[in-house]
């Protein structure tokens, strides 16, 4: 039987338009846009009056369920997503990362079996290239005809993840022959070791050293060099949790004289501060991730790049750890803390309180940032991404009149703690709908687990980005 469902009276906003309509959706896709659209027997209806309705959110960067640094990251694919939905994220990407010696495609199988009946929202997955050879290379035309068209290289986690330049050449020359993109994490994993064995021996072994060992200078050397490697390899490249102005000023570089490098940054960085590790003792490593926290001065640029288009997405990395047990494995070495915080819940209601709200943000702005960008960067649109004929039923309606808090109280996230703890939220998602089934609602899970679709993506388009 047809499924139906009208949403009557909403102002939407896209990333290029705003206009009032009515949205009626058959089987998951929109399929008639505009005014006075009237309710069959049977169609589930919601007045959308005195509400914004913008594309459901795209979260381009998770963890879920990752075993890294000694533990395994709590929030698995049914945790993580549905802490997603009550957040009003509708599609995720989550990275594939091979073990040592196994195959992608052993890789990939893995993550599909995590994912596989457990995802409340659509997921898709990039992959991780934490080795590179002869045999690598040759797999990545398959792994982009599943639907995997980004690779992540990464060059920090040196002895674990990291490749060199060599190999990230290799992989850019591979990506572009496949019109598949190279997202980089950009930080110069020697000098991070250096600094790791320095304070080590110096016996300043606290979580805010993990943040001097990852000093802004390494972030924009990687950025950097990553972006001259990019250019000479004639690839496009994307830069993953862009954290600093150092990193930003080589985008922006870049972009004026005519590369096609992309960026996107994640809330953690627009909104925390080092301070975090300098008056929390070891509960400062609640904040520990790489790259870490930077100087307060750098979420001014941050905002602007995103405003001004250098940056053109937010994602969360949510990669999260519970304090106890988890992080606390680092008392004593911050080298042992597992990196990564929570946020996939947390990223669309921060960035319409403290974008929108603030007015650092249009509401188009906004809705290119959570879910129009990284729709066109990771080959999902139109499909995705946009409130329009022929898409995809994924809505976040806000309310602006309803307030809130961010909570590890009234978090989705399966950790113990919050990094945002006390909040306030300006707005809150009134419904989030997924291929048009409503699986939230005021933050309360309505949804399914095992709802969330595979997402086969696209390849790269350099043509979207007028290139
Ligand atoms: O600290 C982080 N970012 N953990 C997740 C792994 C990564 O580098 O994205
Ligand atoms: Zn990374
Ligand atoms: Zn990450």
Sequence with gaps: MTKRMLIKNGTIFTASDTFSADILAEDGKICRLGPGIEPSAGDTVIDAAGLEIYPGGIDAHTHFALPFMGAVSPDDFETGTVAAACGGTTAIVDFVIPGKGQKLAAAVAAWHEKAMGKAAVDYGFHMALPEVNAEVLADIPGVVAEGISSFKCFMAYKGALMID??????????????????????????????????????????????????????????????????????????????????????????????????????????????????????????????????????????????????????????????????KEMGKGDFLRIPNGIPGVGDRVNLLYTYGVRSGRLSRNQFAAAIATNAAKIFGMYPGKGTVAVGSDADLVIFNPARAGEVSVKNSRHNVDYSAFEGFKLDGLPAFVISRGQVVAEYGKFTGKKGHGRYLKRKKFDVREWGF
């Design 165 to 326: 330049d060599d190999q990230l050449l290799q992989v850019l020359g591979a990506a572009k022959e496949n019109s598949a993109l190279v997202s980089v994490h950009a930080e110069n994993g020697d000098m991070l070791t250096h600094l790791m064995k320095r304070f080590a021996g110096e016996g300043k072994t606290g979580p805010e050293y993990h943040a001097l060992a990852h000093p802004a200078e390494a972030e924009g050397e990687a950025a950097h060099r990553a972006i001259v490697l990019a250019g000479f390899a004639g690839a496009p490249l994307h830069i993953v949790h862009l954290s600093c102005d150092e990193a930003l000023r080589e985008v922006q570089a870049a972009r004026v004289r005519g590369q096609l490098v992309l960026a996107e940054t994640c809330p953690q960085y627009l909104l925390l501060s080092d301070e975090l590790y300098k008056k929390n003792g070891f509960e400062a490593a609640k904040w520990v991730m790489s790259p870490p926290l930077r100087h307060v001065l750098n979420q001014d640029k941050l905002w602007n790049g995103l405003r001004d288009g250098f940056l053109q997405s937010v994602a969360t990395d949510h990669c999260s750890f519970n304090f106890k047990g988890q």
